[in-house]
């Protein structure tokens, strides 16, 4: 009895110090997002390895900001499940950086995609130039992507850490480290098309950020979500088919 109490009590300190922390951290990156543009911003005077940094730092406090809400089930699932097989916090830590290394991955593509961008006028600054040919055209692209058997079966996994913890757990530092990198993988099919809008709807525009956190948080982890990520999809196409014949 006592050693399953202190295994009750280990799941419960690990959860309560991974909550704090998580919340620290969005905290942290919102904070940064909403302080101001200029302390990201990659335009201006810089040369070209300094303004990819800052835009590879941009894009990654972005990932972090938008996708650490709406992966929080699977951090603290695996936290309790390697608290309760006797693992320490860190391999919680090296789940969470192997999923967000994903995501930096994405965020150096992204931001030598912006950098391109600018140098071509397709963007000025954060704000599109693009017009509406081509940003209803990304609208509907994304949508329909969202409508697609990958997606679906993306979002299933997104939608099931239990059935892939039973199905897939690997003990040690290197297990947690894989398990974060693979469901990172199908966190990145899952949602790139989303992040893709950014460059069709503002680079760091705070209230895109917030609504498709919020569209993410709802298709991964509230009831219903695969209907809600279909009528979502259908409506970014109907938008991008409307901004296309205005």
Known sequence: MATALTSSGLVARNRLIVSFSAVCVAGVSWSVMIAGHTLLHPGGGLGAPSALAAAFAMWMVMMVAMMLPAVMPWILLFSSTSASRGSSLGSTALFTGGYFAVWAVFSAVAATVQLTLQ??????????????????????????????????????????PLSFFLARWQDGPSGALRMGTRHGLYCLVCCWALMSLSFALGVMNLLWMAVLTLMLCLEKIAPGGHVFSRVFGGALTVWGVWLIST
């Open 119 to 160: 140098r071509g006028a397709w963007l000025t600054g954060h704000d599109p130039r693009s017009g509406p040919i081509l940003g209803g055209a990304l609208l509907i692209g994304a949508g329909l992507f969202q409508l697609t058997p990958l997606k679906s079966a993306c979002l299933a996994h997104c939608r099931s």
